[in-house]
């Protein structure tokens, strides 16, 4: 979704950014930038798509990076393979 949309859909709901980033304990500016993709957040995302009642990829589908998150084994894995690159 484009930003001018997400921010209708918000609105549509009844909320505003401001409500999100109260509810989320984050500064506005933090909200607007991940709307506008200026930086990516899951936290925010994933609390837009909730508000807006669609599933995260819709919503930012340019975010690949906040959407496929490693798991706890694939992060674990990828931190032994960086220790023995710099190890050799």
């Known amino acids: 979704m484009k930003a001018k949309e997400i921010k209708q859909a918000i609105a549509a709901e009844g909320?505003?950014?401001?409500?999100?980033?109260?509810?989320?304990?984050?500064?506005?500016?933090?909200?607007?930038?991940?709307?506008?993709?200026?930086?990516?957040?899951?936290?925010?995302?994933?609390?837009?798509s909730r508000v807006i009642n669609k599933p995260l990829a819709e919503v930012f589908p340019n975010h690949e990076g906040i959407i496929k998150r490693p798991t706890l084994k694939e992060k674990s894995a990828a931190v032994s393979e960086i220790r023995q690159l710099l190890a050799s």
């Open 15 to 48: 909320y505003t950014l401001s409500m999100i980033a109260e509810a989320l304990d984050v500064k506005l500016a933090a909200v607007s930038h991940t709307i506008n993709g200026h930086s990516k957040s899951l936290k925010i995302a994933d609390c837009i």
